[in-house]
């Protein structure tokens, strides 16, 4: 199957396309965490270089087979996510972004000084065994999956805790055992990006998951619309795009991304997507389905 996609897409698109779906996974984790609940998460570039390292040095140095590799990535991101949840997530706003960021940069520099992850060199000749059909078949089960999560009960849980935490609190919710629930959750997605990511690129280093990655992954939230799952894959697909599009204008890309991004929040504060949600647009077409079949009737 991906040999027959690479005959009929041009190599530069196919690769567009791979770092889409893979961004896409990225930012619905960071989306559970920060668009969901409401935790103001700016180290996700940390559980990614996490589960990128992970499942490159199981693939490498202990010949474990793919899939096992990229579970063992995601498993050891999540296990760090919950490591951290327990004693952070009582911290709230630029509290909690201050120690993710922080975290994020213990981890950046760890992996500059981790001989078995080449140090500041990086690690080269990891197996390309990440192909389109599994990138783009992990997304549909992601979105499906976190569809049904926002959907339970724990999912309307997730947004009482974002929209008022006492509230939910007096409700019976116990907010700090769901707020490290959802940070494991987008740890674990965090992880498995990485994977993906490690094996599609052949070579990382620790520069690739810097500060400035994970305030990419958090633009693609921000910018879809907090809280949406439509949104956030919006959101990954134009911040994706955006660069490559902006190629031609090489010396002025940087300026001309950021005045975008400005104007995009200008008028549309709330995201493109706003709180539009998967089960909501359920519900509309099903409303629709009702109405065309009472006209007819």
Do not use: C
């Not at 599994?134 to 926002?150: D, F, G, M, R, S």
């Amino acid at each position: 199957m991906d040999a027959l996609i690479s005959q009929y897409i041009d190599p530069y698109y196919l690769r567009i396309l791979m770092l889409i779906g893979i961004n896409i996974i990225l930012a619905l984790g960071l989306n559970l965490i920060t668009g969901v609940t409401g935790q103001l998460s700016m180290g996700h570039a940390g559980f990614m270089s996490i589960g990128a390292y992970t499942s490159a040095i199981f693939s490498m140095q202990m010949g474990s087979p793919f899939f096992l590799s990229l579970l063992a990535g995601a498993m050891v991101a999540a296990f760090f996510g919950f490591l951290i949840g327990i004693p952070t997530l009582r911290l709230e706003g630029d509290y909690l972004a201050m120690v993710t960021i922080g975290f994020a940069e213990i981890i950046r520099v760890f992996f500059l000084n981790f001989e078995p992850g080449g140090k500041a060199v990086g690690l080269s000749g990891i197996p390309q065994n990440t192909t389109f059909v599994l990138v783009w078949t992990l997304v549909i089960i992601v979105i499906i999956l976190n569809a049904k999560l926002l959907n339970s009960r724990i999912g309307r849980a997730f947004y009482a805790i974002r929209e008022n935490e006492i509230a939910a609190e007096a409700s019976g919710i116990n907010s700090t055992r769901l707020k490290v629930l959802a940070f494991t959750a987008g740890s674990f997605l965090a992880g498995l990006g990485g994977g993906l990511y490690a094996h599609y690129m052949y070579f990382i280093r620790p520069q690739d998951f810097a500060f400035m990655k994970s305030i990419e992954l958090l633009n693609m939230v921000v910018l879809g619309g907090m809280g949406s799952i439509p949104g956030t894959v919006l959101g990954s697909v134009i911040l994706t795009l955006l660069p490559e599009m902006l190629r031609v204008v090489a010396e002025y890309r940087l300026m001309f991304y950021g005045a975008l991004l400005v104007i995009l929040m200008i008028f549309r504060p709330n995201g493109l997507l706003g709180d539009v949600r998967v089960y909501d647009l359920k519900k509309k077409l099903q409303g629709k389905k009702v109405g065309l079949w009472q006209s007819s009737n």
